[in-house]
């Protein structure tokens, strides 16, 4: 009986040896074809004839290495009947492939239209090989199980071997499950997030952007969040966003806003708002339907604002297409955006607040509609103080309220009645550097609007602002704060307000010795001076300062303003004088 199991044993184990035998036999076939292919890619580009013929065969043979490679890379012996017939004859094809190269790189063929016919011939080949392979990948055979794990090359890592590694996450994302697809994509993710020697790979390496642009229209939602996370990494590379949308990516972007999860949908956002920077592709996302979607995303309450902050920023770029705009402006965007500018998120402020500007930007009847809907009251709170806004949101909003309102007396009126120039007070007074510096930009410029916002100035305390920023180390904004002061102090009322802090004199005439080669400064502060002495308070203040001794000086150095400043106060001194003579 042990003589019969012995004898059962026996074939059992020839059978094994059998197996083994062929297994290692196909992996050295493997290998050998895989090694062709490579070199026969790169002969291929130094081929100078039939180069269209040539660029197909390349995407044929790169197709069939991708392939290839996920066998090698398959740890299972149980397959090796499947693949053993296939190997065979794609590497006699590649041979083939390679005795034409040579012809063609040499210019030793025998003529052209046979040429033809034997390329032709050849792609034909190559595109059942293409299919029969891909037929063993939709049978299962190769699935996350059996894959072993290509590891990530090393940060030193040469392009070779990077090149490598894309290709195995290609063959993954081609032919694997849906698991093995997922994890390709997050580690496709990290590497370009990581790395930007990966984006020109990703662009560079077989169907590698076509794949992604394929699985936006996935119906597992995790593949579909996965790859829209990377086209939004790719596209914020300008070099690159031609090739995405040469790829056809954004109808499967705006259908990812419409059906797909947050995720994708934030990342098609992103990627939308990046390709949209400049106006080219407006036309194709208005025609794939796209601001009607945007539009809904941007209306809907229960959206976060990770997605309606890129949504709000997409239709921002489209507002320069002038049919685009009118269609918002039908669709209700104004009203939309103007609610969206009272938001608690950063991103979605100030999105919506340079929407609502761009929008209104030299058209007035859309500035009317914006101001009509409430847009100027809801720019002034989001200057309020008491708010939790971020200095760059303020910024945005006092941009924003100077190109809206500063064109027209009654939209200054009715920031006065808002409470705006409290607003101006208190960023010149506390505000940090940036948003001090463009409030008083809009100090300046609402200086020269009209006497009833100079005299709402004047009451606001914002003359004792400016005098502090007289000395600023910035010389612009010194002049502006000199330019703002010189136009408030126009008026009766201000001056006498002015001259009442006894060291506001004194402070000018010190200035006057400190603007060496500032003689446009100087000049603005001899003007202030000149309209002092309109005031008798002022007048008698400059003339019994310690400092008027630099004014003196500048007379003397023919400055003509100081002349005339001196001989204002020399006259008016005479006069008081023989005042004082008379009723003696």
Known sequence: MNSKMGEEEKPKQ?????????????????????EVISSLISLSHSIRVFTVKWQLIRKKLEELSSGLMAIE??????????????IPSILVTVNECYDLARRCVDLSYSGKLLMQSDLDVLVAKFDRHVKNLSEIYTAGILTQGFAIVVSRPGPGACKDDMRFYIRDLLTRMKIGDIEMKRQALVNLHDVVGEDERYVKLVVEVGDVVNVLVGFLDSPEMEIQEEASKIVSLLSGFDLYKCVLVGAGIIGPLIRVLESGGDVGKEGAARCLQKLTVNSDNAWSVSAHGGVTALLKICSTGDCGGELIGPACGVLRNLVGVEEIKRFMVEEGAISTFIKLARSREETVQINSIEFLQNMASGDESVRQTVVKEGGVRALVRVLDPKSATSSKTREVALRAIENLCFCSQNYINMLMIFGFIDQLYFFLRNGEVSVQELALKVTFRLCGTSDEAKKAMGDAGIMPELVKLLDAK???????????????????????????DDRNIGFLLQLLDQEEGMPGNKKLLLSILMSLTSCNSGRRKIASSGYLKNVEKLAEAEVSDAKRLVRKLSTNRFRSMLSGFWHS
């Open 474 to 500: 910035s010389y612009e904004v010194r002049e502006m704060a000199t330019e703002a002061l010189s136009s408030l102090v126009s008026l009766p009322k201000n001056r006498k307000r002015f001259v009442q």
């Open 73 to 86: 890379n398959c740890d299972s012996s149980e397959n090796t009947a499947v693949f053993s017939g296939l």
């Open 14 to 34: 020839q059978q094994h040896q059998n197996s083994t035998e062929s297994f290692t036999a196909m992996k050295s076939s493997l290998r050998q074809a895989i």
